[in-house]
T-cell receptor, first 112, second 114 residues
Framework: ELKVEQNPLFLSMQEGKNYTIYCNYSTTSDRLYWYRQDPGKSLESLFVLLSNGAVKQEGRLMASLDTKARLSTLHITAAVHDLSATYFCAVAREASGSRLTFGEGTQLTVNP | GAVVSQHPSRVICKSGTSVKIECRSLDFQATTMFWYRQFPKQSLMLMATSNEGSKATYEQGVEKDKFLINHASLTLSTLTVTSAHPEDSSFYIC??????????FGSGTQLSVL
């Protein structure tokens, strides 16, 4: 059974600082996703990572994937208050399938 | 871009009643759609896979008679929570994929059962 673990689960940081959220998964997969969720809202797609060594960047967020270590990271650079949200990683359960197993989520609070 | 529409966004119902939630793919056809539920401050848990023209596939521990899924067309899946009880109160989210890479989520339905 695929298990996906994120850490930390809670992250409080100051504006301007950098930090990394980690996502470990237990079995081989061909896709890993990062999503953002604001309170009471649905999911906003951030990144999809498909191959070992994949790196994607959008604004202050950068995601990477190491399939050998079964590890993905979401790096936040020079955080701003608008990044406050819950971030989820999700892993495809089967190759070429769309069923996802989600991590527990990381609740990020960026303080002025 | 592709959009998945979910309706209603919020519903409050009395215990024992049934509630139907709709999920539509607006500009693409989806032979499969997925239903998730999310309790407050928790992650999303896959409930079932909705298959167009055939029976839904339920995840372990999800009662198929409780959560009825119908996928009658390539753009519409419905989830009916039958005889709802307070413990069914949750945030329900559907998703559909234009491709395996492009997965889109509906806006979610907050169900509150009194």
């Amino acid at each position: 059974e695929l298990k996906v673990e994120q850490n930390p689960l809670f992250l409080s940081m100051q504006e301007g600082k950098n930090y990394t959220i980690y996502c470990n998964y237990s079995t081989t997969s061909d896709r890993l996703y990062w999503y953002r969720q604001d309170p009471g809202k649905s999911l906003e797609s951030l990144f999809v990572l498909l191959s070992n060594g994949a790196v994607k960047q959008e604004g202050r967020l950068m995601a990477s994937l190491d399939t050998k270590a079964r590890l993905s990271t979401l790096h936040i650079t020079a955080a701003v208050h608008d990044l406050s949200a819950t971030y989820f990683c999700a892993v495809a359960r089967e190759a070429s399938g769309s069923r996802l197993t989600f991590g527990e989520g990381t609740q990020l609070t960026v303080n002025p | 871009g592709a959009v998945v529409s979910q309706h209603p966004s919020r519903v409050i119902c009395k215990s024992g009643t049934s509630v139907k939630i709709e999920c539509r793919s607006l500009d693409f056809q989806a032979t499969t759609m997925f239903w998730y539920r999310q309790f407050p401050k928790q992650s999303l848990m896959l409930m079932a896979t909705s298959n167009e023209g055939s029976k839904a596939t339920y995840e372990q521990g999800v009662e198929k008679d409780k959560f009825l899924i119908n996928h009658a067309s390539l753009t519409l899946s419905t989830l009916t929570v039958t005889s709802a009880h307070p413990e069914d109160s949750s945030f329900y989210i559907c998703s559909a994929g234009q491709t395996n890479e492009k997965l889109f989520f509906g806006s979610g339905t907050q169900l509150s059962v009194l």
